[in-house]
């Protein structure tokens, strides 16, 4: 410790001078005995893990006040967390104030950790996500492809900013050949939303490029609270040309990259994914090209091949005379032995049948004859004369109508009996009605 020296002024008054470094010193040991163990609660912002493992954020008030904190977590106190901090999120910090000497900034060095809650901020982006997931317009079946092989693309960043440097650079190792079309916004702060919404709809009603890429470079929280306003994020989903969003870090998220039809983790991935590199197309191209003359050639030698087959047949033609006069001589041949054999089955084939017809044909006379007979036989069986020789009579009214009934026989009137040898005309005396089960005490009378 540098102590502080006196010297005499003019007035022969003696002051105190400090030197930069005692002053801070001094300070230091102010602090660490009057804040040697404090509690305090905030919210987290921009929160980072050193390699070393040690963490470094700041703290500021949940109530949107402006105070900040600047908190240091050392490698040993971070592996006794229990959860993973991040931006947003309301802890409890246990530990005390200290001077950092070299730059002379206050910060609060913190021994433990733990959870308070949700920030404010952070409760206000989740309560805007579940609205707007609400609406669709986080599903998937939005998100459009984009396109394999686009000529022009659109930047909508800060002209200021690395995001910018970072994508030209991508695009220009990557795609040379790509134009790119800036359009320039503010993209931190109150004014970055309007800009932003302002961006998209100029873009959009140019529609001179293939596909936006909306772009930042990291921040906490609230610096990239633009990319989670309810207007941006309706003017993404809604945007006609394809958004690639790229925004902050691998481990930041806003409601931009949810509704983007493709989230990039960082600014120079959007540029990646937005176009396919030049070198690895030109390679496929030299696939394809080697393919396709693998298959040109190969239908080359195959034709070649043909062309020569076919020149070696027509220059001997001799030859194929030849082989046609053998070919005509096996089909003769073979027509001379086919024929004889084809009429000596034929001709056998006829004498079985004409075998055949003649045992059948008498067969069949006499079973048309039996036929005959039969029916003969029942039609003598129905002629009625038969009947009438058996001692029967038919009666007729003398015009040739059957009389069947007495309800048909008038008393006195004139009938006709056909007998089996002729016939007699007779006269109705009386009518009399069979009796079922008895018989008529007066016999008919006949004239």
Known sequence: MVEPWQRPSQQGLQRVVWSVSGLLTAVSDSLAARFASVTVSGEISGFTRAGSGHCYFSLKDADGQQATLRCAMFRRAASM?????????????????????????????VEAMRRAGAGALYEQFLRLKAKLEGEGLFDAQRKRPLPAFPR??????????????????????????VEVFVYP????????????????????????????LLVRGGGS??????????????????SALPVICGVGHETDVTLSDLAADLRAPTPTAAAELAAPSRASQLELLDVLERGLQRRVYGVLDTMAQRLDRAGMRLARPS????????????????????LPRRQLLQQQRLGNLAQR???????????????????????????????????????????????????????HAEVTAVLADGQARMQVLSKLPTIVGGTNSTPPQRK
């Open 357 to 411: 017809g003649a045992r059948a044909v008498p067969a069949a006379l006499r079973t048309q004859q039996h036929r005959l007979d039969a029916l003969a036989a029942r039609l003598a069986a129905l002629d009625p004369r038969s009947v009438l020789s058996r001692g029967y009579a038919w009666l007729d009214d003398g015009r040739g109508r059957a009389l069947s009934s007495i309800d048909q026989l008038q008393t």
């Open 81 to 109: 967390l229990d959860f993973s901090p991040g931006d947003g999120a309301l802890v409890e910090l246990r530990g005390k104030l200290a001077l950092y000497e070299p730059r002379g900034e206050l910060q609060f060095i």
């Open 221 to 238: 929280l609230e610096d990239l609270w633009a990319f989670n306003d309810e207007r941006v994020v309706r003017a993404v989903a809604g």
């Open 152 to 177: 022009r693309l659109g930047v909508i960043t800060s002209t200021a900013g690395a995001a910018l440097h970072d994508v030209l650079t991508a695009l220009a190792r990557r795609a040379p050949h």
């Open 319 to 338: 030859e194929t005379l030849a082989r046609e006069r053998r070919r005509l001589a096996l089909l003769g041949q073979s027509l001379g032995q086919v």
């Open 185 to 212: 916004s503010l993209v931190q702060g109150e004014q970055a939303p309007a800009a932003l919404v302002q961006a998209l709809q100029t873009a959009n009603a140019r529609a001179e490029v293939d596909a936006l």
